[in-house]
T-cell receptor
Framework: GQNIDQPTEMTATEGAIVQINCTYQTSGFNGLFWYQQHAGEAPTFLSYNVLDGLEEKGRFSSFLSRSKGYSYLLLKELQMKDSASYLCAVRWGAGSYQLTFGKGTKLSVIP | GAVVSQHPSWVICKSGTSVKIECRSLDFQATTMFWYRQFPKQSLMLMATSNEGSKATYEQGVEKDKFLINHASLTLSTLTVTSAHPEDSSFYIC????????????FGPGTRLTVL
């Protein structure tokens, strides 16, 4: 199977830092994506990791450990508009462009 | 750049009718387009992958005769839900991938289908 696990819900305070974890099956791994999705809207691309390490992009960072089948998305200086679902998606198989999405983590940012 | 549009944004239809949803890449050529379905509070489930000029590849459990996909050009793919039933009510989202060298998929705004 191609299981992707991430927490269902998280709550964090405005201005704080939150880390959303994602684990996946390592066999055939070929890239991991994070998307943000507001309710009733399509996902928007946040980050892409295919090599181990941290990718930083403004307030958002994403980390990958291929050997552990583990990634996290780090959101800094949280804003109310960051309240959304965060989807971890994995691509398996060389030459494949298909993505398998996790169930998403609903993040609620509170004042 | 990399804008994907979908039309219509929402549609309500009677059970037994067919509905066509269009997905267009507005400012790039899409070699591959993907169709997803998302039920409330669920994640995106890939339905099919379509490449321009060839037949779509459907995921297991998706009826190809019910969900007809046509990728007639590098900027347009259509999904037709034939003989729709209430259980087909869902949020349908397409995405498009640009030519080789670009890794991410660009998503359309989605189409909310309600079958009465």
């Amino acid at each position: 199977g191609q299981n992707i696990d991430q927490p269902t819900e998280m709550t964090a305070t405005e201005g704080a830092i939150v880390q959303i974890n994602c684990t996946y099956q390592t066999s055939g791994f070929n890239g991991l994506f994070w998307y943000q999705q507001h309710a009733g809207e399509a996902p928007t691309f946040l980050s892409y990791n295919v090599l181990d390490g941290l990718e930083e992009k403004g307030r958002f960072s994403s980390f990958l450990s291929r050997s552990k089948g583990y990634s996290y998305l780090l959101l800094k200086e949280l804003q109310m508009k960051d309240s959304a679902s965060y989807l971890c998606a994995v691509r398996w198989g060389a030459g494949s462009y298909q993505l398998t999405f996790g169930k998403g983590t609903k993040l609620s940012v509170i004042p | 750049g990399a804008v994907v549009s979908q039309h219509p944004s929402w549609v309500i239809c009677k059970s037994g009718t067919s509905v066509k949803i269009e997905c267009r890449s507005l400012d790039f050529q899409a070699t591959t387009m993907f169709w997803y379905r998302q039920f409330p509070k669920q994640s995106l489930m890939l339905m099919a992958t379509s490449n321009e000029g060839s037949k779509a590849t459907y995921e297991q459990g998706v009826e190809k005769d019910k969900f007809l996909i046509n990728h007639a050009s590098l900027t347009l793919s259509t999904l037709t839900v034939t003989s729709a039933h209430p259980e087909d009510s869902s949020f349908y989202i397409c995405s498009a991938r640009r030519l080789a060298g670009v890794y991410e998929q660009f998503f359309g705004p989605g189409t909310r289908l309600t079958v009465l």
